[in-house]
């Protein structure tokens, strides 16, 4: 019979992932994001997140790959690339020619590097100069507390990793602003010029050497230190990998605790959420695997992306390491039949530029994991668009586990647009959807995302591993 409320229910609705959740959830909730802070303190470069990822996937059974010969049902294997990107693997009980479940994330975030050649002095002040990483908006990266993170060599050889201006006692490095009351030219810029590139120089020191005459005794007084401290000179900085970050730990945001502010949760936030999923992952039908990339914030590109030969390299392997060998037919049947989550974060609508956003077609802080058809931008140019039997057969996984989703894209039509690890995924031939927590504020230094849908990533991802066939 048509009435109201049967017509009600014909309507697409998302869900509020607070409302569906149970009081054990909020509890499930609340404790993971815990978790998740401290994660993303750890974790501030992709380096830090594969070591992060490795000491969780030790606590949690998983072996890394070379120690194992063979590998049955129930295994728990990871596999490490170049310190910089990581593969976890759960071997599933079917035949591994059924395909594999995969879900994939980036752990690389916009950010300023440190040029090969970086140190100068300029006014009686040394400086570094950086090159920046990704899609940032140049202004968001000056007046506020930076810290040094990364690897170098010691004169003597010594691989150390650096990190500077965490904890209580550390100094903190910074980009200086304008003052407003001489900015009157620079705030007659657009947005994208008021800042230049070149602009963007780490300010690290500004007493000179007391005892010694020389040129440029600041810079020097800082490679002393440096040296003391490190075991450093200058030289080093040529082929050391260092990165500036945000200073500041992530927090909980509002009276309600109800979100997390931090510095790159695009895309830590899919891979904590993903990772967290494995960990807890038994013995699969089909075999769990959870990649976690580096580069994708740069195109994807180069030995440590999702467009490197490391993932088919790993699958390979374990393919290998469960038949006795892996031919290319074999190797080709297992992709074919594969699925992927690329577990991507996603724009959350934002009532303060809502411009910028088609509502009906947005995602919501609040509502759940983002599912995207398509990313890509003007005519969906650059990307990887869902088959309509795919897209069904993943929401109807999450809709029988009861996790919040909603429909989305990123942002209004020829209003600028992205892409992901998705199409790289889905040129290997296999059925790839995008998907992700939504994000406030993102590539900024500090990142908004709303608990709820942390939760339902979490659970989402949990859901493909454990029912996707
Ligand atoms: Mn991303
Ligand atoms: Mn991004």
């Not at 100094?171 to 007659?188: E, R, W, Y």
């Not at 007493?207 to 005794?217: A, C, R, T, V």
């Not at 500090?446 to 608990?451: G, L, S, Y």
Request: net charge negative; aromatic share 8%.
């Amino acid at each position: 019979m048509t009435n109201k409320e049967n017509l009600e229910k014909l309507a697409y609705k998302t869900k509020n992932a607070y409302t569906i959740m149970t009081p054990e959830e909020r509890k499930i909730m609340m404790d993971m994001c815990d978790d998740y802070r401290i994660f993303l303190d750890n974790g501030k470069t992709e380096r830090e997140c594969v070591n992060e990822t490795i000491k969780m996937a030790l606590k949690n059974g998983f072996m890394p790959f070379d120690t194992k010969e063979k590998l049955v049902a129930g295994d728990k294997i990871y596999c490490v690339n170049r310190n910089k990107n990581i593969l976890l693997a759960v071997i599933g009980s079917d035949d591994i020619e059924k395909g594999i479940n995969i879900v994939g994330s980036h752990i690389d975030s916009p950010r300023l590097d440190l040029k090969q050649n970086p140190l100068y002095e300029a006014e009686e002040m040394a400086l570094l100069k950086t090159h920046y990483y990704g899609g940032i908006k140049k202004y968001q990266w000056t007046a506020v507390p930076l810290a040094i993170h990364g690897v170098c060599y010691t004169t003597d050889g010594e691989k150390i990793e650096i990190s500077i201006g965490e904890n209580e006692n550390d100094p903190v490095f910074c980009v200086t602003d304008l003052l407003p009351h001489l900015a009157q030219d620079q705030m007659s810029k657009k947005l994208s010029e008021a800042i230049e590139g070149e602009a963007l120089n780490i300010l690290i020191g500004g007493i000179g050497l007391n005892d010694i005459e020389i040129d440029n005794s600041v810079k020097y007084n800082v490679l002393n230190i440096l040296n003391i401290s490190y075991g450093i000179d200058e030289e080093t900085f040529l082929s050391a990998e260092l990165e500036i970050v945000p200073a500041f730990k992530a927090k909980n945001v509002g009276f309600d605790n109800s979100f997390v502010g931090a510095y790159g949760q695009d895309d830590r936030v899919c891979a904590f959420t993903s990772l967290k999923s494995i960990l807890e992952v038994e013995v699969p039908k089909k075999t769990a695997v959870c990649i976690l990339v580096d580069k994708e914030e740069i195109g994807s590109e180069g030995n440590t992306g999702m467009m490197s030969k490391f993932f088919d390299m790993a699958v390979a392997e374990i393919i290998a390491k469960i038949k006795g060998s892996c031919d290319m037919i074999t190797y080709n049947k297992v992709i074919r039949n594969s699925a992927c989550m690329s577990s991507d974060v996603s724009a959350a609508f934002d009532p303060n530029y809502a411009g910028a956003f088609e509502k009906q077609n947005s995602a919501f802080a609040g509502h759940g994991i983002a599912v995207m058809k398509y990313t890509g931008a003007r005519g969906k140019a650059g990307s990887s668009d869902a088959s309509c039997e795919f897209l069904h057969k993943i929401l109807t996984v999450l809709n029988n586990d009861n996790v919040a989703w909603q429909s989305c894209e990123l942002g209004k039509v020829d209003g600028g647009g992205g892409g992901t690890i998705a199409k790289y995924v889905a040129n290997l031939n296999m059925d790839v959807i995008d998907c992700g927590v939504p994000v406030l504020s993102m590539h900024s230094p500090f990142e908004v995302t709303a608990k709820g849908d942390i939760y339902m990533a979490y659970k989402a991802y949990k859901a493909f591993y454990n029912n996707f066939e």
